[in-house]
């Protein structure tokens, strides 16, 4: 069983920057794939990143070049570095983890088990 919490959200201008923090729990967590969700008002839950436990990353193309994904895994954790902030970033961020991604980065949310509560992000104009 592994639990997820986000934090790091919040109210930030466009062009901004805010970095989101996912700590799991369990002793195992360099062996789990990682990936970053969002959800906006009305819309479906959709992949923004991800990294395999071996390292990979990808990106949606929408991010690509503004968000980046790490990891430490001494201290269970996930980051999500997102600058250039954009008005179309507004959405609650969700972290997600599952122990079969290992190499290739899976985009679907169906795949991953475990999931964190979200955290707001809000760009304004």
């Known amino acids: 069983q592994v639990q997820l919490v986000e934090s790091g959200g919040g109210l930030v201008q466009a062009g901004g920057s805010l970095r989101l923090s996912c700590v799991a729990s369990g002793r195992t967590f360099s062996g789990y794939g990682m990936g970053w969700f969002r959800q906006a008002p009305g819309k479906e839950r959709e992949f923004v990143a991800g990294?395999?436990?071996?390292?990979?990353?990808y990106y949606v193309d929408s991010v690509k070049g503004r968000f980046t994904i790490s990891r430490d895994n001494a201290k269970n954790t996930v980051y999500l570095q997102m600058n250039s902030l954009k008005p179309e970033d507004t959405a609650v961020y969700y972290c997600?983890?599952?122990?079969?991604?290992?190499?290739?980065?899976?985009?679907?949310?169906?795949?991953?088990?475990?999931w964190g509560q979200g955290t707001q992000v809000t760009v304004s104009s």
């Open positions: 990294m395999s436990s071996r390292g990979n990353t």
């Open positions: 997600a983890a599952d122990r079969r991604i290992t190499t290739y980065v899976e985009v679907r949310t169906t795949v991953y088990v475990y």
